[in-house]
């Protein structure tokens, strides 16, 4: 049997912009610059306190970087608030998994609160067994470390596992853990994405091209 795993941040919600805002908002206060280049290529896909160590070169103890991350975090949520929504055919996608009794799990780098934020206030959290969030790893993006509990989540060989990501660190984490990786190009361009399939959004994804992944 397969499994699904769904990054959440630029491919269950296509937020990757409000994300960047929020960092800008911050660096602006905290006198860090961070490019458009920079945010892309180094932070996205990563955790909270590992974004902290890279932004702030270590300068910030564990307790500063939680409370300045957090910040950020808030900010994010109140940008992106009034422009919420499920990327473009992912809903009809899910409702075909769920029909056809395929286990999905969210596996992410986001803290809990914009988790709560993305799946309770799209009403997603229904088609989900759980979620590993980036308080249940030890090692972010790139490493394999979330994707491999996901699979384990849903009683599933990673090998037999769908990742659905955007980042280039989520690419890579997908493929060293073993599974077959669906990119979207919500975060980059499809010229700069290496994956096993490369959609703009799930309506392009017929469910013949998930079975032949997988060589059902």
């Known amino acids: 049997m397969i499994g699904l795993i769904f990054d959440m941040d630029g491919v269950i919600v296509h937020n990757n912009e409000y ?4 960092w800008q908002k911050l660096a602006k206060k905290y006198n860090v610059k961070i490019t458009r280049k920079y945010y892309r290529e180094k932070m996205n ?3 909270l306190m590992e974004l902290m160590e890279i932004i702030f070169d270590g300068e910030l103890d564990k307790s500063q970087a939680l409370s300045v991350g957090l910040e950020k975090e808030a900010i994010y949520r109140e940008l992106y608030a009034e422009h919420r929504e499920a990327t473009k055919g992912l ?4 409702e075909l998994a769920r029909s056809k009794n395929i286990p999905m799990v969210v596996g992410t780098s986001a803290p809990k609160e914009n988790v709560d934020f993305t799946l309770d206030g799209l009403d997603l959290r229904k088609y989900f067994v759980g979620v590993v969030d980036d308080s249940m790893v030890t090692k972010g993006k790139p490493e394999p470390e ?5 699979a384990e989540m849903i009683k599933r060989e990673p090998q037999k596992c769908i990742v659905f990501e955007d980042a280039l660190s989520g690419i890579k984490a997908g493929q060293r853990a073993g599974a077959k990786v669906i990119a979207l190009a ?3 361009e499809r010229k700069e994405l290496s ?3 490369i959609i703009d959004d799930f309506t392009q994804l017929k ?3 998930v079975e032949a992944l997988l060589g059902v």
Do not use: M, N
């Open 19 to 22: 994300h960047y805002l929020a």
């Open 195 to 197: 994956a096993d399939l």
């Open 186 to 188: 919500t975060s980059h």
């Open 207 to 209: 469910w013949e091209q």
């Open 91 to 94: 809903i009809p996608f899910l």
């Open 146 to 150: 979330v994707y491999l509990k996901c």
């Open 45 to 47: 896909g990563r955790t």
